[in-house]
Structure formats: C-alpha cells, structure tokens
C-alpha cells in the first residue's frame, strides 16, 4: 500500500490495515483549494499536521468545510520535497491512548505545500498568487516560539533579520519578513481583509506576532520598499487581524516502532527521516489524543466553522488566560524543569522520568504548589483538572515515546514565559519571589545541563537551542567537581530580562539559583542529592 491519491483506491488493503481513509474526494478538494484558497498554514511540522490538519479533516468529512489547507514551509524545504510531495500532501494520523490502542486515519486536509523561497521563482509566483486572492480568510502559523523573534538577548537584531531589512520584500527569508511581504502583495491587489493566527506557545503570541510583522514594515517604510498607506492597512486590526490562541497537543518525533508496525501491516515507505534541517519527520504522525485550542474569535475576512471541530472561539481575555494556565503554570513550566533534569539523569523518554520519585515531586511543587497560587482560571477550563490530566495521563503514557532530549529544545526561547510569570506573579503578590523553590531548582537543573555532562560525570549531546554557544561560552571556566569554580559567571544571565522576563537577583532568588547549582557539580551523584535537599524530599 502506498501513500498517494492512488494508492488510496486500494480501499479494501487499507481498511483490513485497520486504517481509515477519508470519506471525501481529497484530489478535488486539492484541486478547489488551489483554485480558491480560503486556508493557509505556515510551518508544515508534525503538530499543524496532525492537530491542525485533524481540524480541517474533521471539518470536511461533516460537509462543514469544501476546501483543504495550503501548507507554506519558510525554513526547512527538505520537508516539502521529501515528506508532502512524494505522498501527494496525504498524512497517516496514529493516535496513541494510554492503554496501548492507536487511532490510523488518513487525512487528505492539506492540499498543497509550498516553499516560501523567492530563489524559487515559481514558488514565490504561487504564494503571491495565494495572498492575492480576496477570498483567503485566514493564515494560521506554528513555527514554534523563536519563528517570530527579530532580536537576540542583547536586543541586535539577527542578522538574517537585517538582510530582511536592507534587502526589502522581494528578498525576505525570514518568517516575519516573508509574511510581511504577502500581506504587502495583498494590500497592492485591493486590501482585502485577513486574519493572521499564530498557534504557538508564545505569551500572548498574537501580539507579538503583530509586533514583529509591524517593525518589519516599518524598517521597509523608512528604506522606501513601502508606502504610508501599507502601514495604515496592517495597523488596522477590522483589517488585518492577529488573533491570540493557546495550543496545547503533545506531538513527539516520528517513533520508528510505529514505522515498523506500519511497514509490516502493508504501508510503504513509512521510515522517519532527519532533513537537513534536523527536522525529524516521517510521513506518519504519532501524538496523544488530548488537544486543546482556544483561539480569539477576531476574523475580519470570516472563517471556518472552527467551534464544530473542538476548537474553543472565544474573547481575547479568555484565550490570555487559557495560555499563561497552560504556557506558565500547569504544563509548560513541568516541560522545562524536567526535559534538561532528564537527559542529565540519563532518562530518554519522558514518561520513564515521570516515574522517578524526585522528579514527579519536581513536576508537582512547579505546577501544583507554585503555579497554582497565581495561576488565572480561564473559566472555560478548569485549571485544577487541566493539571490533574497533565500529571496522571499525559505525561506518563508511555507510548507516546516523547523524549528528554525533545522537551529540551530551544529552552532558552521559552524560559522567559514559562518560569518568569509566575516569579512576575510572586514579586508583586509578595514584594519577592523568595518562597519559590521548585523553579529556582529548575532554572539551576538547566544550567546544569548546560555543562553536557550527565550525572556520573559522562558526557552527552546537547538538544538545538539557538543560545547554546553563547551560553556554554559564559559558562567555559565553570570545572564539573569544583563547586567554587562557580564565581560570577551567571551574573549577566540570571539578571537578563530577555532571557528570564525579569532581574532574578531583584526577583529575590538568582543566589539561590547559584547556591542550588553550585551544590549539583560537586560531583557524581551530587545532583539527585541536592533536588532531594531542596525539595525536602
């Protein structure tokens, strides 16, 4: 059996797989969809796969929804060539309950792939072409929390950012930038109106979102590559729309146990690959079946039904506090204490780690002691049983097979979010944030994983973070065995506000971040004794 539109006619074969196949024509819907775009997504990833595109499947297969998704790739093109067109755009989704039973659907949601590569003139024609159409309602994004970043923890902007800026739209790269230069196309061909979404684990990502796309166009503005009625446009949210959301379905890597289940039940081709851009993709999604999106209901151009498919619409205020429940206190937070304490401890998956004493305590004292206190209740959900869900199902299912390493990426992107609200929170409920103890522990487990070596003294390969170089460089003089080769080498990072979202010396506890790590390098074994120490285990 092969994944394509015509290998999908062998119905019988994928039906006694156990596979569902979608009860819609996906090749006319393909070929409505390129013809009248209504939907587009940037960041053709795993999770836009399988919970976004689950979306839109759903909505089809009512009769809710005639059009697909236009996928839109602005980093890893290898994504495009090697996962989307040798399988016509067709994603198989498995679903995995924590009783060992899948869920194996085809969705044929997503239409079309395109790279947002203007080196590629036809690819760069067709996204014009898509933007230009007055009937697109919406673009929606999961590019993860750095995709819309201008500016590095000095505040310089990056310097692909500043070739955005000099070289004007034609030439953009950039997510921000080439965004920016569609929304510049749309404006030229009539100023139709449009809702830009982002879906990602960003504090109060909508604005942000906007923020990043307005200083764009503004540096293009002061260079002449735009005009004053562009700005006007963009700025005019019953125009242009950045709606805020909150996302929330854990999708690891590709598990190659699946591929081979897969292979052996008669699918083709189903082995991940790791592109050149260290995406690690397969033509197969594997995620949990719980997933969450609430998102503002603020669609000038008008939308798809989105609520009669488990999507939350409602106002900006609710989506606000559904995020910092999830993004700063009952999910996120347990993440980035755990991921870097893990790889440290010499755990792979995830739900092994949930296991350990120590480290359930952790995860505990961060959501249901710390986060708790100062957590907003999005009324809508309960925060209470958002959390009991997260520590007693999600996390430990062992056969979502999500790894230490995983939750240990690009940390230092979300850190700022996911520990400095809730210090923001204690500050201003307490004058300092000095009650705390289970995330200056976190904060210290990181820095401790920063040194690449594990708790008996071995070492281990870092997960991506773009900080990680300058980082490990501040930290270069710092001797695993030698507590007090910890001298003022986190001075400036602990006091970062681009980092952490606030000064954690005036926050009350950047020397006990110190003192924590300090105790951790003293040697083998010396980490899970101080977690222990500190947490009064």
């Not at 347990?334 to 350990?356: N, Q, R, W």
């Not at 925060?383 to 997260?390: I, S």
């Not at 430990?396 to 609200?421: A, H, M």
């Amino acid at each position: 059996m092969n994944l394509t539109l015509e290998g999908l006619k062998d119905r019988q074969d994928w039906e006694k797989a156990g596979i569902e196949l979608p009860s819609y024509d996906a090749a006319a819907l393909a070929q409505r969809t390129r013809t009248s775009p209504v939907w587009v997504h940037f960041g053709v990833g795993n999770i836009f796969r399988i919970f976004i595109g689950g979306i839109a499947d759903r909505l089809i297969s009512e009769g809710l929804m005639d059009r697909g998704i236009t996928g839109v790739e602005t980093f890893d093109y290898d994504v495009v060539d090697k996962i989307y067109r040798p399988y016509d755009n067709l994603v198989l989704s498995i679903t995995l309950h924590g009783d060992g039973t899948t869920e194996r659907r085809v969705l044929g949601s997503v239409t079309e792939a395109v790279k947002a590569q203007y080196s590629d003139p036809e690819q760069w024609k067709r996204l014009k072409e898509i933007f230009c159409d007055s009937g697109l309602q919406m673009v929606s994004f999961t590019i993860t929390e750095k995709g819309y970043a201008l500016t590095k923890a000095d505040g310089a902007y990056f310097e692909f950012v500043k070739a955005d800026i000099e070289h004007g739209p034609e030439k953009a790269t950039g997510a921000m930038a080439v965004v920016t230069a569609m929304l510049l196309e749309r404006y030229r061909s009539g100023k139709a109106k449009l809702a830009l979404v982002s879906m990602d684990n960003c504090s109060q990502n909508g604005q942000k979102f906007r923020s990043s796309v307005l200083e764009i166009a503004e540096e293009w503005r002061k260079r002449g590559f735009v005009d004053d009625g562009f700005l006007t446009y963009i700025r005019d949210e019953s125009k242009v729309s950045f709606p805020w959301t909150m996302i929330d379905k854990i999708t690891p890597r590709p598990s190659e146990k699946i591929a081979k289940e897969l292979e052996e039940a008669g699918v083709e081709g189903m082995q991940p690959v790791i592109t050149s851009g260290k995406t690690y993709i397969a033509p197969f999604v594997n995620a949990e079946g719980p997933q969450y999106l609430v998102v503002e209901d603020s669609f000038p151009n008008g939308r798809p039904a989105l609520e009669k498919a488990g999507v939350y619409m409602t106002d900006r205020d609710t989506v606000n506090k559904s995020e910092k429940m999830k993004v700063t206190a009952c999910l996120n937070p347990i993440h980035t204490a755990l991921g870097p304490y893990g790889c440290v401890l010499g755990y792979e998956l995830f739900s092994d780690e949930m296991k350990d004493p120590d480290m359930l305590e952790l995860a505990r004292r961060v959501g249901y002691v710390e986060g708790m206190e100062v957590v907003p209740d999005p009324g809508i959900l309960s925060p209470k049983a958002f959390l009991d869900e997260v520590i007693n199902e999600r996390f430990p299912n062992p056969y979502l097979g999500d790894t230490t390493q995983r939750l240990s990426v690009d940390v230092s992107q979300g850190i700022g979010i996911r520990f400095g609200e809730t210090i923001k929170a204690y500050v201003e409920k307490y004058g300092d944030a000095k009650r705390l103890n289970g995330i200056p522990i976190a904060i210290a487990g990181w820095f401790r994983y920063l040194l690449a070596i594990d708790e008996e003294g071995r070492p281990f390969e870092l997960a991506p973070d773009p900080m990680v170089s300058e980082l490990r460089e501040a930290m270069s003089s710092i001797v695993f065995g030698e507590p007090s080769s910890l001298t003022d080498q986190f001075k400036g990072i602990l006091s970062n506000e681009n980092i952490f979202a606030v000064d954690l010396y005036k926050a009350g506890i950047g020397e006990k971040i110190e003192e924590i790590f300090r105790e951790e390098i003293a040697g083998p074994g010396a980490v899970r004794k101080t977690v222990k120490k500190y947490l009064g285990c």
